[in-house]
């Protein structure tokens, strides 16, 4: 496969109190016609993420017809897990509801941070969103004691299905402190209580590589495909490409993502936390460029060969 780059669509101005700088994780959600929303996390003045979204349209995708003035989902109460950054990654209808899976992040003292999964719900067609709880949904546990974050969810058969990043180690090498994680599988009846087994999709495959992250599954006839991000060391992500017949047993295939850095510009140093979708035939990626989000996202469409 190959991705042409498109160019940006979002870069962080300042305009709003919520987006000061950095505009990360952008994932769409189709409204009507060729009209989409597209949800990302801003930072505040305090560096703390909160989600909020732009509504576009497909044939001109660099032109924002709207913007949301506020986050639609603020930081949590101070001592809850969430209280430091809410970081969007996933959402799912189901009878009408908008179910909105998200990493709650708390600031640390041994670690930098610590990350858990929550989930907020909407019955206003997602433009706001209410926490199903105070407390995440998906934290670790005996199985995994460090932390997990970055759900992609879909439901098939009544069967919530979860693919999520778990991290198995924390380490401090030359002056800098890194979780160590890969991408784990979970599943649910009613997208609330999970059941996780240790599954890993997509495990270490390079010498060196520290980080995969951020999954996007997609179901093509029997075949499942998954988009994603890795790191070597403490450098940049680039995005990478697996395939699966059943969703858990997945076969790495980096080398046909058919998309890397730029020479210049704003994804020349890293390209990150992909998502993919489909509209009237075309596949259309979102994704980050340069310093997780700090310079925007852009897109980029795929062209058969």
Partial sequence: MKWVKKGLIV?????FDWMVTHASVPF?????GDIYRVYF????????TQPGYIEIDLKNPTEILNMSPKPVLELGKPGLFDDSGVWCH????????????????????????YSAIGLAISKDGGKTFKRYSQAPILERNKIEP????????????RIWRMWYLSAIDFKIENGIAMYYYHIKYAESKDGINWKRDGIVCIDFKYPGETRIAHPCVAREGGLYKMWYCYAI??????????ESEDGTKWERKDEEAGIDVSESGWD??????????????????????????????GYATLEEE
């Avoid at 769409?28 to 009507?32: D, I, K, R, S, V």
């Avoid at 009878?95 to 930098?112: D, E, F, Q």
């Fill in 11 to 15: 870069k962080a101005t300042g305009r």
């Fill in 41 to 48: 996390g801003g930072r505040n003045k305090e560096n703390e």
């Fill in 233 to 242: 060391g403490a450098d940049g992500y680039r995005i990478g490409y697996a």
């Fill in 90 to 113: 996933s959402i799912v209808e189901n009878k009408g509801v908008h179910y909105m899976y998200y990493n709650g992040w708390m600031k640390g003292a041994s670690v930098p941070y």
């Fill in 268 to 297: 020349s140093e890293m390209v990150c936390y992909p998502f993919v979708f489909e509209h009237k035939g075309q596949k259309y990626m979102l994704y980050n460029g340069n310093g997780y989000g700090k310079t925007g996202f």
């Fill in 28 to 32: 769409a959600m189709h409204l009507e």
């Fill in 146 to 157: 460090y932390i997990v974050g970055g759900p992609c969810i879909s439901i098939e058969n």
